[in-house]
């Protein structure tokens, strides 16, 4: 039941966040825009001194930069001035039509002015300057002179990070300045009534959204302003801002209710994971057993074949291709099958017939039924018959884990399996959580702090249970301790002398639990050591293992990939109804102008 709500979760959340993730995606590509300053200077003829501070971030080559000012709406705009900034270093360019190295090109039309800026870089920070006046921008009706100005237009293909737009009237202490946002809702704007300035500051822009301002004033501080209509239109102003601030408010409240609705449902369901684990363990807690006393070393090989020992280690409920590969070994060292080289490869042949069912099928199926060797099981796996051999060897697998319930108490599996499940589970919805914070721009670090806490505990709590709670039966506990001490002894087996333990023949039947356990090389060197050339080389076994073109170096590996090749076919302040300092609004006043850039 639990896991059907989480994965019904799982769902609705992606859903959600396919919709609103892209919003806060920073924009990829081989730049940024690091830094964006704006200086607008309102003149008491209704101009606009303009500059515009732009922080690039080059991570590539590049040419330049070019630059889009809409004047649709205005009285057209000076000649421009360009800079680039490096460090304390600034370098004025030249207008030029030349395309030439540290030049700019201006292109106008009746409704734009387009600079192209050629400045050859690479990997580099740069700041690039534009200086000029925007003409006619303020409009003096009679009980009011407004500017409504569309700053940046939604002609940026990347995102704007770190934007202030600071714009100044003539005169100090206006008590009737009004001003208004619109774009990104998470923008704040300062009405500075004392020093006539109005401030936008914005962490981020998203690629082609766009910042408006709407800004009325009295008409005495654009006093030269020949731009005069004789009408009034200060309350149909406030009117249309009214109903633009009170829908920002209100989606702002929608937003804010959306975040804590989620952010709610999903402490409920870590709320619940937790006490439904918590009332599963209090009603069963696992079996107990008797724990043997641990052993160091053992000389005893495991009374079991190298798959079903490494079964019993790993807590698997069928063998894999490194037990196959360690059960042929021990064929072979009982003299049973035998392996030989066979030009570029390694051929298997059956000495007796296989007792193995995955060895008789490839012996008599994909092999000659004698022989078979390891390009033929290769081919097998790229052809018509991979679903068989697939098929063959998890008939295998499951054949090899045969009688291992009994040395298993899978009770106590299944609860440290929940505990793992649940510390999973918590994990995956705190990421989702965490996401969601990012994306309403909310409490970003208080979360991620709650949340990491809750992992680490959801994690210490599964790493507990699975020392505490035993996977093994009375029986299980017996042999894994015995298995336990063999494999510790073959990892410390340079402190051994291996032929005071036994002959060669006896290292001959350990070498394929060496396999499994990942300790041939320790096990094969110390070989070289305690043995000599001659008893070596008279070994079945042992010259196998030996080189880098053995049969465990490179067949080994070829065998196994020749069949498992087959298996595994931000919400922002509230906005001002009076045109006081607060946050943005969405939507538009209707304002003209704006401008966008990029790289070339």
């Not at 000076?78 to 680039?84: K, L, N």
């Not at 369901?269 to 918590?278: E, K, T, W």
């Not at 946050?583 to 704006?594: A, E, I, K, R, Y």
Request: proline share 3%; net charge positive; charged share 20%.
């Amino acid at each position: 039941m639990m896991r059907k709500i989480l994965e019904t979760m799982f769902i609705c959340l992606g859903i959600f966040l396919f919709f609103q993730f892209p919003t806060i995606v920073k924009a990829s590509g081989n730049y940024q825009i690091e830094k964006y300053n704006i200086k607008a200077d309102i003149q008491k003829n209704g101009d606009i001194e303009l500059t515009q501070k732009i922080d690039y971030q080059f991570n590539g080559d590049f040419h330049g930069v070019y630059y889009n000012q809409s004047i649709k709406g205005s009285k057209g705009a000076t000649d421009p001035e360009v800079y680039i900034k490096k460090g304390k270093q600034t370098t004025k360019l030249m207008p030029n039509d030349s395309g030439q190295n540290n030049t700019f090109k201006v292109n106008r039309t009746n409704n734009l002015m387009k600079l192209k800026v050629y400045h050859t870089t690479s990997n580099d920070n740069l700041t690039f300057v534009y200086k000029y006046r925007l003409l006619g921008m303020v409009t003096n009706y009679r009980d009011t002179a407004e500017l409504n100005w569309l700053v940046i237009n939604q002609g940026w293909d990347k995102n704007l990070h770190n934007v202030k737009i600071a714009i100044n009237l003539p005169q100090r202490n206006i008590p009737e300045l009004k001003a208004w946002s619109h774009g990104p809702l998470s923008g704040y704007t300062k009405v500075d009534q004392k020093k006539a300035r109005v401030v936008m500051t914005l962490g981020i822009i998203p690629a082609h959204d766009h910042v408006e301002t709407h800004m009325i004033f009295p008409t005495d501080v654009t006093s030269d302003n020949p731009n005069v209509i004789n009408k009034d239109k200060k309350s149909k102003i406030l009117n249309q801002e009214k109903q633009l601030v009170l829908n920002a408010n209100a989606s702002r409240k929608r937003r804010i209710w959306i975040y804590r609705s989620l952010m709610i449902f999903g402490a409920l369901v870590l709320m619940i994971i937790y006490l439904v684990r918590l009332v599963g363990f209090l009603k069963n807690r696992g079996n107990k057993h008797i724990i043997p006393t641990p052993l160091y070393h053992s000389f005893n090989e495991p009374r079991f074949l190298p798959s079903f020992t490494k079964i019993l280690l790993d807590r698997s409920d069928k063998a894999d291709s490194l037990g196959l590969t360690a059960d042929l070994l021990v064929e072979v060292g009982k003299r049973r099958m035998k392996i030989e080289k066979f030009g570029s490869t390694y051929e298997i042949i059956a000495l007796k017939e296989p007792s193995n069912s995955f060895f008789k099928y490839l012996i008599e199926e994909i092999g000659d039924g004698k022989k078979v060797n390891l390009r033929q099981i290769k081919s097998a796996g790229q052809s018509f018959k991979r679903k068989k051999l697939n098929q063959e060897f998890d008939k295998w697998s499951k054949n090899a884990a045969k009688g291992r319930k009994k040395y298993f108490d899978q009770e106590n599996i299944d609860i440290v399996d929940d505990f793992r499940f649940m510390a999973i589970a918590i994990s995956i919805i705190s990421a989702v959580i965490f996401v969601i914070s990012l994306i309403f721009n909310r409490n970003v670090l208080l979360t991620a702090v709650v949340l990491a806490v809750l992992i680490s505990i959801s994690w210490l709590i599964w790493i507990g249970a699975k020392k505490k709670i035993t996977p093994y039966s009375d029986l299980g506990e017996e042999e894994v301790n015995q298995i336990l001490a063999f494999k510790r002894m073959l990892k410390d087996i340079d402190d051994i002398k291996m032929a005071e333990v036994g002959d060669l023949i006896l290292w001959e039947q350990f070498l394929p639990y060496a396999v499994v356990f990942g300790v041939s090389d320790k096990v094969i060197k110390a070989l070289k050591i305690n043995f000599s050339t001659e008893e070596i080389n008279q070994s079945l076994i042992v010259p196998f293992y030996f080189g880098a073109n053995s049969f465990i170096s490179s067949g080994a590996s070829s065998f196994q990939s020749s069949f498992t090749s087959a298996l595994t076919s931000g919400a922002g302040s509230s906005s001002s109804i009076s045109g006081g300092s607060g946050g943005f609004t969405g939507g538009s006043s209707g304002g003209f102008g704006g401008g966008s850039g990029g790289a070339f």
